[in-house]
């Protein structure tokens, strides 16, 4: 048998990565604590990718013949809480994500939402006041317990959209005040007009910094002022070496881990689907370059979720 596989031509490694890219990755080791992914977006990782692995998705509990499961909700919760990710946060970006997480988040005691316009969505609405007006009706449920992902955007959207990103980023700050939850902010190459906006119009009391993407310079500007910064897959890569040194200048009950799934997949397995069953990837990276205790680190993302976004 040995001999005629060895016949067979191999595949080459492009080949194979090709094949591969679709997949989702294996399951990593569990976290000895239980932490919360604070940032993914569920709608878009089925969509896009399907369930995640795991006993859902293999034909196990609660999956028809056909192996796939009869709730991928559920399936996605089952395997991400199997390596201590129990409590996700999905991210609205628009009206029809941010109706659809709200919802979620009613029936699925694992999940909470927030709700917002993404910023590259705004300039592209032809009613942006009456789209706000949806999200603010939104703000007011109890599961919803934050406003984002909302901020500036200047890598996606140029010059002539940005008054409307703008416009949108202040109403959702003034939302986020009115109804006392967290404003989560999403900033693309935009970090000087973040704080600019943050400071004039006075930020809530909870700000998140999702998928924290700044130097150690614009991390102590933050940390000076009190914001939580959401790490994603990004700080494992290779080239986010600045990333890293912003890291270990957060204090630990400053930091959140997120997946932003489906991207931003952690190492190795960047370019494949992400999940939340793989934030133990980012944490135990998280604590490799901040020099944290692994199980010290899990707790302080715990306790600092449940800070921002309350009881689940």
Not at 5 to 24: D, H, I, K, N, V
Not at 158 to 178: L, N, P, T, V, W
Not at 211 to 229: H, I, N, W
Not at 289 to 294: M, S, V
Request: proline content about 8%; hydrophobic content about 40%.
């Amino acid at each position: 048998m040995l001999a005629a596989m060895s016949q067979q031509p191999t595949e080459s490694r492009r080949a194979r990565a090709a094949r591969r890219a679709g997949e989702f990755p294996p399951v990593p080791e569990p976290l000895p604590l239980p932490v919360i992914d604070s940032h993914t977006h569920l709608d878009i990782t089925l969509a896009e990718a399907g369930p995640p692995p795991g006993n859902g998705g293999s034909g196990g509990s609660g999956a028809p013949s056909n192996g796939r499961p009869a709730d991928p909700v559920a399936a996605a919760v089952e395997v991400a809480a199997g390596v201590g990710v129990d409590r996700l946060v999905q991210v609205g970006v628009d009206v029809a994500s941010s109706r659809w997480g709200a919802e979620l988040a009613a029936r699925q005691p694992a999940v909470l939402a927030t709700v917002a316009l993404h910023p590259n969505e705004a300039p592209r609405l032809a009613d942006l006041d009456e789209a706000l007006r949806e999200i603010e009706s939104l703000a007011a449920e109890d599961r919803v317990r934050g406003i984002g992902e909302t901020g500036m955007d200047f890598f996606r959207t140029g010059d002539e959209g940005r008054a409307a990103q703008e416009a949108s980023f202040r109403a959702h700050i003034a939302i986020a005040k009115r109804y006392a939850k967290p404003l989560v902010i999403h900033d693309r190459d935009a970090h000087a007009d973040v704080l600019r906006i943050l400071d004039s119009e006075g930020a809530p009391e909870t700000v998140v910094l999702h998928c924290f993407s700044g130097d150690a310079e614009f991390a102590a500007e933050c940390v000076r002022r009190g914001y939580v910064l959401s790490f994603a897959g990004t700080v494992t890569f290779g080239n986010a070496a600045g990333l890293r040194e912003a890291a270990r200048i957060t204090p630990l009950d400053q930091i959140l881990v997120e997946t932003d799934a489906p991207y931003l997949t952690p190492m190795p397995h960047r370019g494949r689907p992400n999940a939340s069953y793989l934030i133990p990837l980012t944490v135990r990276s998280l604590a490799e370059t901040t020099g944290a205790d692994l199980g010290e680190l899990c707790a302080a993302i715990s306790a600092t979720g449940n800070r921002v976004f309350g009881p689940w």
